[in-house]
């Protein structure tokens, strides 16, 4: 009898903590662009000028993720090192309805990163429209000016893997797989499965025949 009356409140005590997390990390939520509906984003969490992010209803965003939506670098963080004029930017975060991301995920905008409905993400993906630059080996990468500047997008219903890297200006159309650990640096049709680093396509949607087939097949 009393192992039972610990088990049951055991399971109540746990609820309860679960319960009391959920209500501090809704409370705690940053100031978004908009005002998404039945947003759960688990801490611990960081997000820079959550002013320059939308989000859509019904988002579900794990714990360990970074929004980042630079406006200007190198900032405030790299005080001390060489003086370099700094680059000023209008970055935008869009994420759509319904999405979800199992935890860590990382998102660096400095022009556009949209996710669009829909689209599943599993843990410890990194997405940016950017790179450090690495034109001078006389100064640190992380103080040079970014570079490669260009729009990300993943596609409405995409499912993206463990531990992606989706490089900037990758169009990853609606409805495509993207594989374990794979490293995403061209774009990719609708209905597609890539995997590999490079990504490469794997298979493709046959409307004819209704199945995932070879390319050219």
Known sequence: MIRKLKKFLGVRLGILIRNAEEEIDRRTLPRFANKPRNLHFQSPRRV?????I???DDVSLGPGCLLSATRRYPGKFMQ????????EFEPVIRIGN???ATGFLTIGAVSKVEIDDDALLASHIFVADNQHGHRNVDI???????DRIAPVRIGRGAWIGEHVVIMPGVDIGDMCIVGANSVVM???PPKSIVAGAPARIVRQWNEGSGQWTRPGN
Do not use: A, D, M, T
Not at 140 to 146: A, I, R, S, T, V
């Open 48 to 52: 820079s000028n959550p002013g320059c």
């Open 54 to 56: 939308w989000i859509g």
């Open 80 to 87: 001390g090192g060489p003086s370099i004029e700094p680059q």
């Open 98 to 100: 319904r999405v979800s």
């Open 140 to 146: 640190p990468f992380k103080y040079q000016h970014l």
């Open 186 to 188: 061209e774009s990719v």
